[in-house]
């Protein structure tokens, strides 16, 4: 089991800068190579792709809407997945949850697709206010 608890959410303006973290305990993400993302959902609309890393930390991608304002990275001795968040605008403004695969699926290349995570945190708000 993994638990996932996510912080560093909050309310900026467009432009601003903010860090996600993803705090996981249970079993460790780097003992048993557990792939990591992000995903977000604006009120009204269905939980989209923002960012995930594999479980190696070899591969990430990121959603066209991000990429080049986003960067996803662990950490693994502290159990931790954060997501940079830089020139932030009104459109980035939604929950946005955590989310681990099952250990050993995605070793070597991360996944977009929701149904490739098993575990799910219970997200961090983050407004952008224009």
């Known amino acids: 089991q993994v638990q996932l608890v996510e912080s560093g959410g909050g309310l900026v303006q467009a432009g601003d800068s903010l860090r996600l973290a993803c705090a996981a305990s249970g079993r460790t993400i780097n003992n048993n190579a557990i792939a990591m993302a992000w995903f977000r959902q604006a009120p009204g609309k269905e939980r989209d792709f923002v960012a995930a890393?594999?479980?190696?930390?070899?591969?990430?991608g990121y959603a066209d809407s991000v990429k080049g304002r986003f960067t996803i990275s662990r950490h693994n001795a502290e159990n931790m997945v954060h997501l940079r968040m830089n020139s932030l605008k009104a459109e980035d403004t939604a929950v946005y949850y955590c989310?681990?695969?099952?250990?050993?699926?995605?070793?070597?290349?991360?996944?977009?697709?929701?149904?490739?995570?098993?575990?799910w945190g219970q997200g961090t708000q983050v407004t952008v206010s224009s």
């Open positions: 989310a681990a695969a099952r250990s050993g699926t995605y070793l070597y290349r991360s996944s977009s697709l929701s149904s490739s995570y098993y575990y």
């Open positions: 890393i594999s479980g190696n930390g070899g591969s990430t």
